[in-house]
């Protein structure tokens, strides 16, 4: 069972505008969360992360706002850029497990 | 810059064959990680090593077996390849034991099994 869903497997911008990447999950355990970006042909890069301690994280164009009470979070990116186009995997983990529970992945068009 | 390579970008085996993917950091990270990649799943762990001669399992070892002989290198190994086991294989390392540090993962390998 997935414990992590990203329910929207693509979704397209204008250059210049907001794009909001969701995330929901589970598991109440889960005290850490992550977001991947990946290219074609290439291996996933860490984005951005989030502490449950906090509700949110900031770091340049990218924002990303965590729900605890909803089990919720989202990625934020203004303004979008072109190159910004690519698969984004949200990820999450619990306090003391080696294990990353990744979503399925939201595909970005940013259209110039 | 941390880097993860795999041996391979692109593999083709038959049915029934053993199957060998390499994996290798170079930034002495403890901890490394065998995901496989399929459409409509994400990424799933397969085995997981945070020393060298260790190993356990992930989400979805069956079929697959790993060997960390040396620090830098994780190995995975398909005893028997199956066709369900075509997909993009991923290899990942990082720095403890706590997964509030990051993952850095190689470019990818993507196998099919015929």
């Known amino acids: 069972d997935q414990q992590v869903k990203q329910n929207s497997p693509s979704l397209s911008v204008q250059e210049g505008r907001i794009s909001i990447l969701n995330c929901d999950y589970t598991?109440?355990?889960?005290?850490?969360f992550l977001w991947y970006k990946k290219y074609p042909a290439e291996g996933p890069t860490f984005l951005i992360s989030i502490s449950s301690i906090k509700d949110k994280n900031e770091d340049g164009r990218f924002t990303v706002f965590l729900n605890k009470s909803a089990k919720h979070l989202s990625l934020h990116i203004v303004p979008s850029q072109p190159g910004d186009s690519a698969v984004y995997f949200c990820a999450a983990s619990e306090t003391g497990a080696n294990n990353l529970f990744f979503g399925t992945g939201t595909r970005l068009t940013v259209i110039p | 810059d941390v880097k993860v390579t795999q041996s391979s970008r692109y593999l083709v085996k038959r049915t029934g064959e053993k199957v060998f993917l390499e994996c290798v950091q170079d930034m002495d990270h403890e901890n490394m990680f065998w995901y496989r990649q399929d459409p409509g799943l994400g990424l799933r762990l397969i085995y997981f090593s945070y020393d060298v001669k260790m190993k356990e399992k992930g989400d979805i070892p069956e079929g697959y077996s790993v060997s960390r002989e040396k620090k830098e290198r994780f190995s995975l190994i398909l005893e028997s390849a199956s066709t369900n086991q075509t997909s993009m294989y991923l290899c990942?390392?990082?720095?403890?034991?706590?997964?509030?540090?990051?993952?850095?993962f190689g470019p990818g390998t993507r196998l099919t099994v015929l």
């Open positions: 990942a390392s990082s720095s403890s034991g706590t997964n509030t540090d990051t993952q850095y």
């Open positions: 598991n109440s355990m889960f005290d850490y």
